[in-house]
């Protein structure tokens, strides 16, 4: 997250837009488990950082990752589509998605009958960026 708010000030924007404010890993932590009865964090060394359901495809190292590409999960045709179109997670895509996948994906395709198999939705951007900052904390080192 340092290095993400440091690249943000380079570009003398940070801290204006609130979906881009740092999130707080330790918040996130425990927001996270919203997720889980649907999401695993599980590194790819295979050590269980959170135990979760398998609705969801595993949130490990989400950050930076394609959308719709973890090899072995079975994700909805639009979320591929828009993996294929160029949609990568940031912290900005990941806010807006995750506080409603099936407009995020009707607006990111220009399609409005897109849909999406996350039927959940995180109502508050800042409880999204702090689960955000904890998915990056927990990816970081390994
Ligand atoms: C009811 C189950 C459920 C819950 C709860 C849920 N998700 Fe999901 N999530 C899914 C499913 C299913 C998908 C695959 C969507 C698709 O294929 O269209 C998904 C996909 C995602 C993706 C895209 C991942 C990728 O590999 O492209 C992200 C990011 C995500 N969820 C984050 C979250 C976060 C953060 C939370 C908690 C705030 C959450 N989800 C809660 C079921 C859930």
């Not at 889980?36 to 135990?51: P, R």
């Not at 955000?132 to 390994?142: G, K």
Request: aromatic share 10%.
């Amino acid at each position: 997250m340092r290095r993400f708010g440091i690249a943000l000030l380079g570009m003398g924007m940070t801290l204006t837009t609130p979906a881009l404010a740092e999130g707080d890993a330790t918040a996130g932590e425990r927001g996270f488990k919203k997720c889980k009865s649907c999401h695993m964090i599980v590194s790819d060394a295979g050590d269980t950082i959170v135990k979760g359901g398998r609705t969801g495809p595993n949130l490990y190292g989400v950050v930076g990752r394609q959308a719709g590409s973890l090899d072995g999960f079975r994700y909805g045709k639009s979320l591929i589509a828009a993996g294929e179109a160029g949609l990568s997670w940031d912290e900005e895509q990941f806010v807006t998605y995750v506080q409603d996948p099936r407009a995020y994906l009707r607006d990111y395709l220009s399609d409005s009958k897109a849909k999406s198999k996350m039927s959940f939705k995180l109502r508050k951007a800042d409880d999204a960026a702090d689960i955000w900052a904890y998915l990056t904390s927990v990816s970081a080192d390994s």
